[in-house]
Every structure is written in C-alpha cells, then in structure tokens.
C-alpha cells in the first residue's frame, strides 16, 4: 500500500531501513541529532517512547510541505532493567550471558511527526532464550559484532535463529519496528489529513 505524502525515515538502522523497503514505503534519510540519554527518573516502559519522540524532535526542522517524519527506538528489559547497546566485547558477553535462559521484554517505540500533529506509539513483545553457552556467546560476540543493537543481539542474526525458544508478540517488534502497528499508524496519519 502506497503512503502518498513524503516520508522521511529518521534512523541510522539498516534493520529499520530494510523493513519500511519490505513493506513498500519510499523515504528519504535523515539521521537523529543529538544523543540517547534519558532522565533516570522515568519508568523503562516509557524510555523507548522518550527517545523515539526525542529523534523526531531533533530533525523536525527538516519538514517542508506535508512532510512525516517516522522515528523509533528500541529498548530490552530484563528485571526492570535496561539492557543498552555494548561498549566493547566484555560488555556485550555479560549482556547476552544476563539474557541466556530467561525470559526479557523488547519494546520498539515509533514517532510519527509532521507540521500539525505527533502520534507515538510502542509495542511490546516477550523473549524467551535458551541456556547459552560461553562459547556460543563468544561465537555470536566475535562473528556478529553485535555492538549496534539494544540487548546485544539482534533476532534476525546466528544467535537468533539458535537461542530463542518462544517469541510473544511481534518478531518485527524485536527486529526493530513494530510494522503491523506502523502501517495502522501510517494509514491514520494519512486518513486524518486528507
């Protein structure tokens, strides 16, 4: 389904990118400015909304004419905690060793925003890991450089396809867009202004 006003993809992530191009979007680029920091005093529930609407806010300049700016953010959660992307390889060994046979939240919120009106929304599903073992971690770690991606991993990689044992709600949630929910939104936008 073609969305007919301009889109501009605020984002970086070739994941993002490659799943708005699957589903039949045409957009512009335009990278988020500014960092990924967020006050410690709001819930984690609420981060990845936080940031999504921080990103649309940072390149709103950017809009000319009927122009919709589509940015998103995407946060694991194991134990009420955060779990960002790695600094380095110890880090992202001790995060995939955290997330190894338990159950996590991925929640990917989206930023619809143009000239009149801003709609964000989030999604939310449940991952359940296998016991991973250190080499199979080092594994993942070293050939993946998983360094990009919140939690450490990404679904749609090697560790993916072996480690996760059930997913409860949308895969696309945990690949980084939630496009069941981006297309509803999308047809909105589009709907309430024409």
């Known amino acids: 389904m073609n969305f007919k006003r301009p889109l501009i993809l605020g ?7 490659f799943l708005m191009k699957e589903a039949g979007y045409a957009f ?3 990278k988020p400015e500014g960092d990924e920091s967020f006050p410690s005093s709001i819930p984690v529930e609420v981060v990845p909304q936080y940031l999504a609407e921080k990103k649309a806010k940072s390149i709103e300049y950017q809009l000319k004419g009927d122009e919709v700016i589509l940015t998103s953010d995407t946060v694991v959660i194991l134990n009420g905690q955060i779990l960002n992307k790695p600094t380095d390889r110890e880090h992202a060994m001790a995060m995939l060793s ?6 996590h939240t991925v929640i990917t919120a989206v930023c619809l925003l143009d ?6 929304f989030d999604d939310r599903t449940r991952v359940t890991f296998k016991q991973l073992t250190p080499e199979e971690i080092a594994y993942y770690v070293d050939n993946y ?3 990009d991606k919140a939690g450490a991993y990404g679904a749609q990689d090697w560790i993916g396809m072996v480690a996760i044992e059930k997913i409860e709600g949308s895969y696309f949630t945990v690949m980084g867009l ?3 929910k981006v ?3 999308l047809q909105n936008f589009q709907d309430s202004t024409s």
């Not at 984002?11 to 990118?17: A, G, K, L, T």
């Not at 955290?98 to 159950?103: A, D, N, P, R, V």
């Open 178 to 180: 939630p496009m069941h």
């Open 98 to 103: 955290e997330l190894s046979g338990k159950t």
């Open 28 to 30: 512009t680029l335009a």
């Open 145 to 147: 450089q998983p360094y």
């Open 11 to 17: 984002s970086s992530s070739p994941r993002r990118q």
């Open 115 to 120: 000239k009149q009106t801003m709609d964000c």
């Open 183 to 185: 297309y509803t939104h």
